[in-house]
């Protein structure tokens, strides 16, 4: 058989380990053979590069994701309460703000102070410090840009004043 010869010993190596099969048997069955042999080893070195292409974008994705978090600054917990605290303290007509959760903000409003104001006042009260929450919120990363807090105004009965 002319050629490698690699491919050559091999062949002859089929041809003595099957003495029955005539010369063009052995040459169809050892092409067969041959052509099955390298279109495995062709499909499995194509899924190995595949398999380790995907891992290593895998750990590319999983590498850059671990970096983002890692310096990602962490939430200042004690600096969001102080400013919060800053909003209650820096009007006369609040008397406490409550955070129940991170989007969730109860307001308590001093009575006759609030009952003093007109509709339009109130509206722009509640605006304002809803704003103020938010923009604290925000600035502290406790709530994304894009969402909003939930911010309710009480009386200090616990009557319900105003809600978003």
């Not at 010369?23 to 499909?43: C, D, M, Q, V, W």
């Not at 590498?63 to 600054?73: K, V």
């Not at 409003?109 to 304002?128: F, G, L, P, R, V």
């Amino acid at each position: 058989m002319p050629g490698n010869d690699s491919v050559s010993h091999a062949f002859q190596t089929y041809a003595e380990a099957n003495p029955d099969l005539t010369p063009i048997k052995l040459a169809e069955n050892f092409s067969f053979r041959s052509g099955l042999h390298h279109f495995y080893r062709r499909t499995a070195m194509l899924v190995l590069a595949l398999a380790i292409v995907l891992l290593a974008g895998f750990l590319i994705v999983l590498s850059a994701l671990s970096f983002h978090t890692m310096t990602r600054p962490e939430v200042n917990q004690y600096a969001f309460r102080s400013s919060i605290l800053e909003i209650a303290n820096s009007r006369t007509d609040i008397r406490e703000i409550v955070l129940k959760e991170d989007d969730s903000y109860y307001v308590y409003m001093n009575a006759a102070s609030w009952e003093s104001y007109n509709t339009t006042q109130q509206e722009h009260i509640y605006q304002k410090v809803s704003a103020e929450i938010n923009d604290s919120c925000h600035a502290y990363r406790i709530l994304p840009k894009n969402d909003a807090a939930d911010v309710y105004f009480f009386d200090t009965t616990g009557s319900l004043l105003m809600e978003p």
